[in-house]
């Protein structure tokens, strides 16, 4: 697949808001590998075959990255603080930013085994916190994976970059004291579905 440049008001409708939506990918994944790995965007479409192959790699990337940081928080002495730790490191990486990926792309064999070992070390990082006592016993595995998803969004282009940080890290305080057992206020609902969270990512 040839990568080129195309305006958005060259297409209209629905054409108009897909091109919007890979021009917002691209640009996703331009910042994940200017920072990462310090290589031109030449260079990786030369390396990768098409855009699908790329984002495939940058799926695997990003779990890859969040399995450190669990294995990181495992390590951690105190079990809640080894879960603020991950929460934090998979929100400043941006970890979740690429689940709009989710139905858009073919998955494949090692997106699947990395995203199974990556939700494996996250229940031992959740499972950790919910033995020791530290976290309520109604939060789930994936509140905390959407939890992640939902930190891991952009703000809009209009909002100053530092004033982003700094709100998003005063929220996610906010969300992670939220978390502390044993809870004021029961959540609603009923726990996150596993197969709903899952089948998303049925291209």
């Known amino acids: 697949m040839t990568f080129r440049s195309l305006s958005p008001d060259s297409v209209h409708g629905r054409q108009a808001e897909a091109r919007r939506n ?20 030449g260079t990786l479409y ?16 990003a779990m890859e990255q969040a399995i450190e940081a669990a294995d990181a928080a495992l390590s951690a002495e105190n079990p809640w603080a080894g879960l603020c730790h991950y929460i934090r490191a998979c929100v400043e990486m941006r970890s979740g930013a690429l689940a709009s990926l989710a139905g858009q792309i073919e998955t494949t064999t090692e997106m699947r085994g990395t995203a199974q070992r990556s939700m494996t070390r996250m229940r031992e990082v959740v499972d950790r916190a919910h033995h020791a006592g530290s976290l309520r016993a109604d939060v789930s595995v994936l509140d905390i994976a959407w ?21 998003r890290a005063r929220l996610l305080t906010v969300a992670l004291d939220g978390l502390l057992a044993p809870g004021a206020t029961p959540l609603p609902g009923r726990p996150p579905s596993r197969a709903r969270y899952v089948r998303r990512w049925s291209a």
């Open 22 to 41: 890979d021009l917002a990918v691209l640009d996703a994944a331009r910042d994940v590998f200017a920072e990462r790995a310090e290589v031109g965007m």
């Open 46 to 61: 030369r390396r990768y075959g098409s855009k699908t192959e790329l984002l495939q790699r940058l799926c695997v990337l």
């Open 147 to 167: 939890l992640i998803e939902q930190f891991s969004r952009r703000a809009p282009d209009s909002v100053d970059s530092d004033e982003e940080r700094n709100v």
